[in-house]
T-cell receptor, first 112, second 115 residues
């Protein structure tokens, strides 16, 4: 079946703009994760959903970052008033078993 | 808190030679261990995982890894590499205590296959 998809694949924003990144998980996967991968680094955990409930948002770097999954399927990561340090690849992963995570291709965000 | 250390940022290897990518972890609880591969401009693909049982785990593309609890290591090996193995490799750990847990990744090792 289809894997995890993310859109857009590339996003360029001017500093101060708001952006919204979308994740479509594998159908039926109840767990959904967001990660931030800075250039040359490993991914870092941002937040986790089980169905529509956001159970862990300890990795969100500031209150400018907000994630939602209102119907327990598609998720959106929103970044308000983007700053240059927000430039990174944002990865989404979904899981059925809560152990093995399947990753999407990521959205590369560049803030100018 | 957990952490993962991948000591080698780059590993150059000649084609058909063996390779070992090192991974050490630190955790106060029992863990699951993973190796992921990332090709340019793509997401992460799971190579293999250790959950329990045999400490030697085999994955896709001829890779294997051995869990060593006393040394808190989970090194990745392949007996003969191919040019197509050129990629970034990430070791990751998660809490095995139940419930979903975000993965903690190392900084990655760039495997460079030289012809």
């Amino acid at each position: 079946g289809a894997g995890v998809s993310q859109s857009p694949r590339y996003k360029v924003a001017k500093r101060g703009q708001d952006v919204a990144l979308r994740c479509d998980p594998i159908s039926g996967h109840v767990s959904l994760f967001w990660y931030q991968q800075a250039l040359g680094q490993g991914p870092e955990f941002l937040t986790y959903f089980q169905n529509e409930a956001q159970l862990d948002k300890s990795g969100l770097p500031s209150d400018r970052f907000f994630a939602e999954r209102p119907e327990g399927s598609v998720s959106t990561l929103k970044i308000q008033r983007t700053q240059q340090e927000d430039s990174a690849v944002y990865l989404c992963a979904s899981s059925e078993s809560s152990v093995e995570q399947f990753f999407g291709p990521g959205t590369r965000l560049t803030v100018l | 808190a957990q952490s993962v250390t991948q000591l080698d940022s780059q590993v150059p290897v000649f084609e058909e030679a063996p390779v070992e990518l090192r991974c050490n972890y630190s955790s106060s609880v029992s863990v699951y261990l993973f190796w992921y591969v990332q090709y340019p401009n793509q997401g992460l693909q799971l190579l293999l995982k250790y959950l329990s049982g045999s400490t030697l785990v085999k994955g896709i593309n001829g890779f294997e890894a051995e869990f060593n609890k006393s040394q808190t290591s989970f090194h990745l090996r392949k007996p003969s590499v191919h040019i197509s193995d050129t990629a970034e490799y990430f070791c990751a750990v998660s809490d095995s205590g139940g419930g979903a847990d975000g993965l903690t990744f190392g900084k990655g090792t760039h495997l460079i296959i030289q012809p």
